[in-house]
């Protein structure tokens, strides 16, 4: 059963199926009932006790009563996700070995997406197509049966995250195979954001453990080499070139030339204050579901130029809360995180630290309140039985010689 979920989780999970419906919600009747059986109640008591005071204030602004409710179902449909994947990590003893079929399987089906490069229409199910950032011509990025590049990244970086930090632990077999594995599609998604998120983190975690990572004379010498040569062949990239498309949106980020990631960051949360102010409830936000409403005509307002479809929503998981549930839940949001990030002692592990890391930055880049992607994260961040072997007290010391 676990891998059946997690093979549509990754997958397939919204292929051939209207917009916003995924397989694993409509497996949430399954699902509830197998967490209910394993004993959480409680996540479930806390959703509704949330809710229906949020509803009957929300009620007083005029919504639309069927967005909300079908916004109230998809979330707890998320939250009953969450709960289940709570549950897998915490029954389950080694939830890493899915991981290993995961990237085996993603392997295997890099092929098969360059393949289908050459025949249209079949590639529009592997690759996307939207233009990167102005000035940038529209080129294949890989999305592997999701609907976007990015969301494919985002899917994929625990995985990635995990793999990586074992290559520099030393304590896995074949290290370049899996480097190859990990990097390939990384880099054929072009996804920026992920990108340059898992760098970060990666980074972070390498100055934490630096100690426990570079304890060897040869891994030094690795080091130092693996960062010339990066910084020379970056280099010679940019002299032989300077207008490919990686270095075009990286100075169009730097200049805030990029929509995106204005769109993703900034603006979302520009967006989400004008949403709350539509209603006049900048406490409290405009409810489930009303952003597709209301945004849509501020969006029109706010960007002269762009045309969006019929609904829209706000590219950011925090933008959305505030303008969902207002101010205070965007700062009560926070201290929620940062309360179960000691509570559930994230620091003492290397690998949920750096999930921690990962989704609270990109939460405020990208991503969605009820995205059951950035669910995982949490979950997995905050689930002190889970991956164990990235402990740092059990860590061996620093070799001396």
Not at 84 to 109: G, Q
Request: glycine fraction near 4%; charged fraction near 10%.
């Amino acid at each position: 059963m676990f891998m059946v979920v997690a093979l549509l989780y990754f997958f397939v999970n919204g292929l051939f199926l209207p917009q916003g419906l995924l397989y694993t919600t409509l497996l949430t009747p399954i699902l509830l009932l197998w967490t209910i059986r394993g004993g959480y109640r409680m996540p479930y008591a806390v959703f509704f006790a949330i809710s229906i005071p949020y509803m009957l204030y929300h009620y007083t602004l005029n919504i639309d009563v069927g967005f909300y409710f079908r916004s109230l179902v998809m979330a707890f449909c998320s939250v009953v996700f969450a709960v289940a994947v709570h549950n897998f990590l915490r029954t389950v003893k080694h939830p890493e070995r899915i991981f290993k079929s995961i990237l085996l399987i993603n392997a295997f089906l890099i092929p098969v997406a360059l393949w289908s490069l050459l025949m249209p229409p079949i590639n529009q199910l592997f690759w996307y197509y939207q233009p990167i950032s102005p000035g940038i011509t529209a080129f294949p990025r890989l999305q592997m049966m999701t609907y976007e590049a990015s969301y494919y990244s985002f899917l994929f970086a625990p995985i990635w995250i995990y793999y990586t930090l074992r290559i520099l632990s030393g304590d896995i077999k074949n290290k370049l195979l899996i480097a190859v594995l990990i990097f390939v599609p990384m880099t054929l998604s072009l996804s920026f954001g992920v990108i340059a998120l898992f760098m970060a983190v990666i980074a972070v975690i390498f100055f934490i453990s630096f100690n426990t990572i570079i304890n060897t004379r040869k891994k030094l010498f690795w080091l130092f080499a693996g960062a010339f040569t990066s910084i020379v062949l970056l280099l010679v990239i940019y002299k032989l070139f300077p207008h490919n498309p990686i270095y075009t949106r990286i100075d169009n980020i730097l200049n805030a030339k990029d929509t995106s990631s204005r769109g993703r960051t900034k603006e979302a949360l520009q967006i989400a204050y004008k949403v709350t102010q539509a209603k006049n409830s900048f406490w409290l936000g405009v409810g489930l579901g009303q952003i597709k409403i209301i945004a849509r005509e501020i969006i029109l307002k706010y960007y002269s130029y762009y045309q969006p479809g019929k609904w829209v929503r706000i590219p950011n998981s925090m933008a959305e809360t505030f303008a969902m549930y207002g101010v205070i839940a965007f700062y009560l949001r926070i201290a929620v995180e940062f309360f179960l990030f000691f509570k559930t002692k994230v620091y003492t592990n290397q690998f949920r630290l750096a999930i921690f890391l990962f989704v609270f930055i990109y939460s405020f880049t990208g991503s969605f309140m009820f995205n059951i992607v950035e669910w995982v994260f949490w979950v997995i961040a905050f689930s002190p039985f889970a991956f164990k072997q990235f402990t740092y007290a059990k860590y061996k010391q620093p070799v001396t010689k």
